[in-house]
């Protein structure tokens, strides 16, 4: 009795005879009209009769009506607008922090003091991924993300479907340019020519494979507008679409498999590699938080069940939206980690420093200061990721310095072997080139 006295002092305050007559029929199947508590059993966030709304009225009338149903029936209005900007600050400072970071260091504090191709593909990212961070706060979820479509007026939810739109461009820009990054990096520290070639192919696929997407998603609709202009409820506004939600579906498998792909190729590499295990383990840790990428993008899947196939999108597409934030992020952050550990190694060098660094550093700054194996040691992570000795081709970059090093050196420092990069390791070659140095010196002391 309790109840039936609230719903009928709700509706005292509606009327129900206000509804246009599509969604009259639609109670009609269900209901008598007048039976308030029958329409607030059968109503709901996601019932059926409110989905008749959509389908039997125009979007004018089915808003109309959604809305004053919700409000006899006093459902709570809900709002993830706060929850999904504290994740998008949160995840993007972060980000964005790192980046810099990794941007500064490289470009001021590494020993080579320049930027390489994966470095400018992360500026690039860098540019696009701020406005994708204000687009997200401050216009996308004013304008009615995480809140349901009819709590929302026809002008915010055309302003809802522009922004829309544009991030779906961000998104998959940003995404290829992230996965373009790690693959460029993983070129800066694999010589083998086999790997190298694998890592040229996956560039090449995910260019081409991101370029189609978003090719495809600035075109998904004809004309463009009708992106937007399909929210302002006039009959008169004509247009159609692609199926959306299958290109989605996609888009999505696609990038999982690209990305266990990506992070699968380098640990083919570890195997050959004459470290030891524990510094196996720990180049293997390093790759694998790609597979972080992974989880996200695989639990993103489950949020485009209801991506462009819903009648709540504003409501359904959240789940869409902030899946995609978390992806971009962890992948911005990704990239970012390696570079991390050489400012954590700078900063901390007894604790962070691995053996084979410390004991080469000094000697590799000494005897071979001006070579290309000295750089890589000091740069970095390629010391404890890559071993050089099982690489089927030494860079050209790497064989003139090597040559240039001979000239120079003559009789007293003797030849550098190409051979012995093939079967040493890097920490190995140091000890050999420190032993001949010696050996030489105390000959030629002899002789004189």
């Not at 500026?123 to 216009?139: R, Y």
């Not at 597979?291 to 639990?299: C, E, G, K, P």
């Not at 995609?324 to 980690?337: A, K, P, Q, R, Y």
């Not at 003797?414 to 000959?443: F, H, P, V, W």
Request: a positive charge; glycine letters at 6%; hydrophobic letters at 45%.
């Amino acid at each position: 009795m309790e109840f039936g006295w609230i719903v009928h002092l709700a509706a005292s305050a509606v009327n129900i005879t206000q509804l246009p007559a599509c969604a009259s029929s639609c109670i009609a199947a269900r209901c008598d009209v007048a039976n308030v508590t029958c329409i607030c059993q059968h109503g709901g966030y996601t019932s059926a009769m409110g989905t008749c709304m959509f389908q039997s009225c125009g979007l004018s009338d089915a808003l109309f009506s959604r809305n004053l149903t919700s409000t006899l029936c006093n459902e709570p209005t809900r709002d993830k607008g706060l929850e999904f900007r504290v994740v998008n600050f949160l995840l993007g400072s972060v980000a964005l922090g790192l980046v810099v970071m990794r941007l500064f260091f490289k470009k001021y504090l590494s020993t080579s003091k320049r930027l390489g191709l994966d470095d400018w593909t992360i500026v690039a990212g860098l540019i696009l991924g701020v406005p994708s961070i204000v687009i997200q706060v401050f216009f996308l979820t004013p304008t009615g993300l995480g809140r349901d479509i009819w709590t929302l007026d026809i002008p915010t939810l055309i302003a809802f479907g522009r922004y829309f739109y544009v991030m779906e461009i961000l998104y998959l820009t940003l995404m290829m340019l992230i996965k373009v990054a790690l693959s460029l990096f993983y070129l800066s520290i694999f010589p083998g020519t086999v790997i190298r070639r694998l890592l040229w192919v996956t560039v090449a696929f995910h260019v081409a494979c991101g370029l189609a997407f978003i090719l495809k998603t600035v075109l998904q609709c004809t004309p463009v507008a009708y992106n937007w202009e399909k929210f302002n409820g006039d009959a008169s506004t004509t247009g159609h679409c692609v199926d959306i939600n299958a290109s989605g579906w996609v888009n999505g498998v696609i990038g999982v498999v690209a990305d266990i792909w990506l992070f699968a190729l380098p640990l083919t590499q570890l195997k050959r590699l004459t470290l030891h295990w524990k510094k196996k383990v720990a180049a293997a840790i390093m790759f694998l938080t790609g597979a972080i990428i992974t989880i996200v993008s695989m639990l993103r899947l489950k949020s485009l069940v209801h991506f462009a196939n819903s009648y709540n999108p504003t409501w359904d597409q959240w789940s869409v939206v902030f899946w995609s934030t978390i992806e971009v992020s962890v992948g911005f952050i990704c990239t970012c980690l390696p570079a991390l550990r050489l400012i954590l190694m700078r900063m901390y060098p007894q604790t962070f420093k691995s053996d084979s660094y410390a004991s080469s550093s000094f000697t590799s700054r000494n005897l071979y200061r001006r070579s290309s194996i000295s750089r890589i040691v000091d740069e970095g992570c390629e010391n404890d990721l890559v071993d050089l000795s099982q690489s089927n081709l030494i860079p050209a970059h790497l064989q003139d310095t090597l040559k240039d090093n001979e000239d120079e050196s003559g009789a007293r420092r003797g030849k550098i072997r190409i051979q012995s990069l093939q079967t040493l390791s890097l920490d190995e070659n140091i000890m050999e080139g420190t032993a001949r140095d010696q050996t030489a010196a105390r000959r030629s002391s002899a002789n004189n």
